[in-house]
Each structure stands twice: as structure tokens, then as C-alpha cells.
């Protein structure tokens, strides 16, 4: 008798994974815990293990794929017995992270909730939802009748009451299409952008070449369209002289012993951000518009964002104030490994509080960086380059960092963002400042 495997749940808020690799094929003789297949969500990379031994006698999906939870994956020849899935769920916990952690905004075909309606009457019907969402739902005064649920069977997920909290609207939007199927494949979920209709078909003027959304490029467009539709974006652009402090750490780089790490110019960056910080606690918080509260984050979590084969993601150095210039080479240099490998756990990618992105490793002076919501600000840094500059009536060659602020005005107002950026300047300009630091 056959016997189905099908897509487990792979973690809260995961309706689909986009099928990366296929390791089996129809005929196998595979082991427990042997892997199937490789499958990435919207937060994951993960290695699907066989629930059981057994001969793969039909497999449904294939390369680029994307199946939804509870889909049919293979089916094992064998006695019937049932197929367990905690060996799913294990290797979910223990994955390497290929997105970004904050969720992604609700997709299209997700339904959300107004703000809570009058008390009703009678017993109301139990709704579907984990005790985490009903807690966060208590926590934030928010009635989970008034949500449709988007996950199967009306449950309300983490992405559902995410858009609540951004301010969602009560209903699914009817302007936006539905979800259709790909070729070859189960229904892939469509992008949270705004009806501009149906594209036009780029076939009358030549060949064209469709390939499936990969489902890192989901969560980056949703965190992206997310983060333009609640922050108010302003840009602040300034150039740091940075000639002592390459100075001195080149000379720390050429005296450096044995397990002493290489010294960047980010580390020190970081410190100078987190100095600053101290001074103007508003690069450092949350803007709660359902409480018309600002949240203050006592903590220093900074996200670097990296390019990893992947895709771009933003792990997090946590307790900046607590580590030295030397701790913070050794992190980073530690994190660029696990860049190139794409090996971030999904915790190494949460609680961030502020974010720095760096473009000028690859070139490239002015970037107009993408607050990461549900921050407020973000430092992208240019290329540092030797430039001519004006010192007491004299024109003389200088290394120059260019400094890229973006931040939300509804809480930073433009002169605060220049204030700010200054004193990060002046940290990156005196670097002994820095020692006087607590």
C-alpha cells in the first residue's frame, strides 16, 4: 500500500516553499532521516528528511517548484505506515537562514483585520490561532474576529496580524488577482504590490524568458514594499574625513600579532554609530502608530546587511555597547564567513534595531538604503576614496567616506538626521574620541 509524504509545517507564518533541488528520484531505496530534497521558504534553506524507510515509488515536484504546506511530495511503496514529520520540523530548527527575519508583509491573497470592533453579544466562535498570535493580539488590543485568517482553514498567522499592526484595512483587497499557477507547478502566492493591471505582452516586440520568483526575492520585495508604504523616507547625504583613522588602522594592521584580528574601517563605524546613538536616542526606536507611542529600545543591536549567494540578508550584532573595537573585528570577521556559506541560523537574524549596509566594497558613492521596518533609520556608507578638499585655505587630498542616512521623519526630523550624522563624523574624524567612551 502507498503512502503520501507531504509538505509539512515548516514554522509559523510558512504557507509555500519554492522546491530547490530534488535528491531522490522514482525507484529509490532511502533511509530514515535520509534527505529528499532541498526546499526554501521565506526565511529558510532546508533539507527535507525522509519520515521513514522505504522505495520511492512516485516523486510530484520538481526543481523551481513552489508546493504549499500539505501538498504531496513523493509517495513511499510501502505498508502504509504513517508518515511522521518531526524530523522536518528538527531540521527546521537547526537550518541555515537564506532571508530576512522580520516578516514579510501579507501576501495578496491575505485578508486582514480594522481595529477591534464594539463588544459582541453571546459566545463568539473560537478563532483558529496559535497562543502566540492570540497573545500578541492581546497585547496589542486587536479582536482576532474581525481578521480572516489567510493560513488554511481561516487560521490567523503572524503575517495577518503583522498587517494589522501596520495599519491593514479589514478585508482582502478585490483589486488584487489572485494567485494563478506556475508552469509546471502549484499555485505560487503573487507579490503584495498595488493593481496596475495585467502586464502587457512583451511577446509582440520579441522572445522573452519567464523563470519563478525564487522565495528569497519574495520576502525581500515584501519587506521592501512594506517598508516604503509605512516609513516616511527622507535622505540625508554627507562625506566624512576619514584620514586619521585609516592611518591608524593601517598601522594596527601592520604591527597586529598572532590571533589579533584584522581591523576594517566597519568596526569602528559601529562604535561611532552607537556613541552617537547615546546622544540621539531616536535612531534607536520603533514607531507604534495603533498606540501613538515611540518605542525606545534600550538595547544596540546593529543588522549588516550582506550578500550572500543567496540573496542579500541582515544578521545582527547584538549588545554593541558592550564590546570593544577588537570583539567587533572578530564578529564580523566570523559573520563574512558564514556570508559566503550562507549559514545563518534564523535567531542570528532577529532583533535588530538599527542597520548599517555597505555599497562601497563594490563601488559607488550616493545609495538611497531602504529603512529596514520596523526601524527607523538606516547608515549606508559609499566608497571611502581620496578626494580633493579644502584644509585651512589649502587644496589637499584627503580620505573621504561618503555617509548615506535614510530615517522615517515621521519620528526624525531633518535636522536631528543632520545633527546625528555629524557626530557620527566627528567619532570617524577624531577616532581617540572613541576611547573616552564608556
Known amino acids: 500500500m502507498s503512502t503520501d509524504f507531504k509538505l509539512p509545517d515548516l514554522g509559523e507564518g510558512i504557507h509555500e516553499a519554492q522546491v530547490i533541488q530534488v535528491?531522490?528520484?522514482?525507484?529509490?531505496?532511502v533511509a530514515s532521516d535520509q534527505p529528499l530534497m532541498e526546499?526554501?521558504?521565506?526565511?529558510?534553506?532546508?533539507?527535507?528528511?525522509?519520515?521513514?524507510?522505504?522505495?520511492i515509488q512516485k516523486v510530484h515536484v520538481a526543481a523551481g517548484q513552489t508546493v504549499n504546506v500539505g501538498a504531496a511530495l513523493v509517495t513511499f511503496a510501502d505498508n502504509g505506515r504513517s508518515v511522521a514529520t518531526a524530523p522536518v520540523a528538527a531540521a527546521v530548527a537547526q537550518t541555515a537562514v537564506i532571508a530576512q527575519p522580520p516578516p514579510p508583509v501579507a501576501e495578496a491573497r491575505t485578508a486582514v483585520a480594522a481595529p477591534m470592533p464594539p463588544a459582541r453579544t453571546g459566545q463568539p466562535a473560537k478563532v483558529a490561532a496559535s497562543p502566540a498570535i492570540r497573545r500578541q493580539a492581546r497585547e496589542n488590543n486587536?479582536?482576532?474576529q474581525s481578521i480572516n485568517g489567510s493560513g488554511p482553514g481561516g487560521r490567523v498567522t503572524h503575517e495577518d496580524l503583522e498587517r494589522v499592526l501596520a495599519g491593514g484595512s479589514a478585508a482582502t483587497p478585490a483589486s488584487v488577482p489572485a494567485s494563478r499557477p506556475e508552469s509546471g507547478g502549484a499555485a505560487s502566492t503573487s507579490l503584495p504590490l498595488p493593481d496596475v493591471g495585467e502586464l502587457p505582452d512583451f511577446t509582440k516586440w520579441g522572445k522573452v524568458r519567464r523563470e519563478p520568483i525564487p522565495q528569497i526575492r519574495k520576502t525581500i520585495a515584501n519587506q521592501m514594499v512594506r517598508s516604503e508604504a509605512v516609513n516616511v523616507h527622507v535622505m540625508h547625504h554627507d562625506l566624512a574625513d576619514i584620514e586619521m583613522l585609516e592611518q591608524l588602522r593601517k598601522d594596527h594592521n601592520a604591527r597586529k600579532t598572532e590571533g589579533d584580528p584584522k581591523l576594517t574601517l566597519l568596526?569602528?563605524?559601529?562604535?561611532?554609530?552607537?556613541?552617537?546613538?547615546?546622544?540621539?536616542?531616536?535612531?534607536n526606536c520603533s514607531f507604534d502608530h495603533l498606540q501613538n507611542e515611540i518605542v525606545y529600545k534600550e538595547y544596540f543591536n546593529f543588522g549588516i546587511a550582506v550578500d550572500t549567494p543567496r540573496g542579500?540578508?541582515?544578521?545582527?550584532?547584538?549588545?554593541?555597547?558592550?564590546?570593544?573595537?577588537?570583539?567587533?573585528?572578530?564578529?564580523?570577521?566570523?559573520?563574512?564567513?558564514?556570508?559566503?556559506?550562507?549559514s545563518f541560523t534564523i535567531d542570528e537574524l532577529r532583533g535588530g534595531s538599527f542597520t548599517i549596509t555597505n555599497i562601497g566594497s563594490l563601488g559607488g558613492i550616493v545609495s538611497t538604503p531602504i529603512i529596514n521596518y520596523p526601524e527607523v533609520a538606516i547608515l549606508g556608507l559609499g566608497k571611502a576614496d581620496y578626494?580633493?578638499?579644502?584644509?585651512?585655505?589649502?587644496?589637499?587630498?584627503?580620505?573621504?567616506?561618503?555617509?548615506?542616512l535614510s530615517f522615517d521623519h515621521r519620528v526624525i526630523d531633518g535636522a536631528d538626521a543632520a545633527r546625528f550624522t555629524g557626530e557620527i563624523m566627528g567619532y570617524l574624524e577624531v577616532p581617540g574620541r572613541l576611547l573616552l567612551e564608556d
Request: charged share 35%.
Open 142 to 144: 486587536i479582536d482576532l
Open 267 to 283: 568596526p569602528f563605524i559601529i562604535k561611532a554609530i552607537f556613541a552617537a546613538m547615546k546622544r540621539y536616542p531616536k535612531f
Open 312 to 342: 542579500l540578508v541582515v544578521p545582527v550584532i547584538r549588545d554593541i555597547d558592550r564590546k570593544s573595537i577588537r570583539d567587533l573585528a572578530r564578529e564580523l570577521t566570523a559573520l563574512g564567513e558564514k556570508a559566503r556559506k550562507a
Open 23 to 29: 535528491l531522490i528520484k522514482e525507484g529509490d531505496r
Open 39 to 55: 526546499v526554501e521558504t521565506d526565511k529558510a534553506a532546508v533539507e527535507i528528511p525522509s519520515p521513514q524507510a522505504g522505495v
Open 387 to 404: 578626494k580633493a578638499v579644502v584644509r585651512e585655505g589649502k587644496v589637499v587630498a584627503r580620505y573621504m567616506l561618503p555617509l548615506n
